[in-house]
């Protein structure tokens, strides 16, 4: 049960790249001056760093033209603001952890450069996406167990 859990966030983190499910833990917006959250100074650090690394998967969305930076093994995703987000220069980075009850959750952390109503705003958006992306697999999951019980 929890390998198709996590096969399933797997997919949705690939296929949808701003679409989040199951539990989140949202770090505190990280701004430039504290870059603990996703481990660099500045977000034009991190998109050079993580282009470089290898087996690091590289996208741009259509027609938003979002960076999304997958690294190997598909459990962590980059997401860079295109120029044209009001929070723009600003990376989400989310990663699929699978708890000790074997329930995979997503766990996000930030770091914007831009106006700081733009950052909460991103992030607010990213946990609401996550919600609604959290009850859809909710429902696909118990809809699973309902089949392989009859």
């Keep these: 049960?929890?390998?198709i859990l996590l096969d399933c966030a797997l997919s949705?983190?690939?296929?949808a790249p701003v679409a989040l499910f199951a539990?989140?833990?949202?770090?505190?917006?990280?701004t430039a001056n504290a870059p603990a959250g996703v481990g660099f100074k500045s977000v034009a650090d991190a998109l050079a760093a993580l282009k470089?690394?290898?087996?690091?998967?590289?996208?741009?969305s259509q027609p938003d033209a979002?960076?999304?930076?997958?690294?190997?093994?598909?459990?962590?995703v980059w997401?860079?603001?295109p120029t044209t987000h009001p929070a723009h220069p600003a990376v989400?980075?989310?990663?699929?952890?699978?708890?000790?009850?074997?329930?995979?959750?997503i766990e996000m952390a930030s770091l914007c450069q831009g106006e700081r109503a733009s950052c909460n705003r991103l992030m607010k958006?990213?946990?609401?996406?996550?919600?609604?992306?959290?009850r859809a697999m909710r429902e696909r999951m118990k809809s699973a167990d309902e089949t392989k019980q009859q």
């Design 66 to 76: 979002w960076t999304i930076i997958t690294e190997q093994g598909g459990s962590v």
């Design 52 to 60: 470089a690394r290898p087996g690091a998967k590289i996208s741009v």
């Design 92 to 105: 989400v980075r989310r990663s699929i952890v699978v708890g000790e009850d074997g329930v995979p959750r």
């Design 79 to 81: 997401s860079f603001t």
């Design 1 to 3: 049960m929890a390998r």
């Design 125 to 134: 958006d990213f946990r609401d996406l996550t919600e609604r992306s959290s």
């Design 12 to 15: 949705i983190v690939i296929a």
């Design 23 to 30: 539990q989140t833990t949202a770090d505190p917006l990280t």
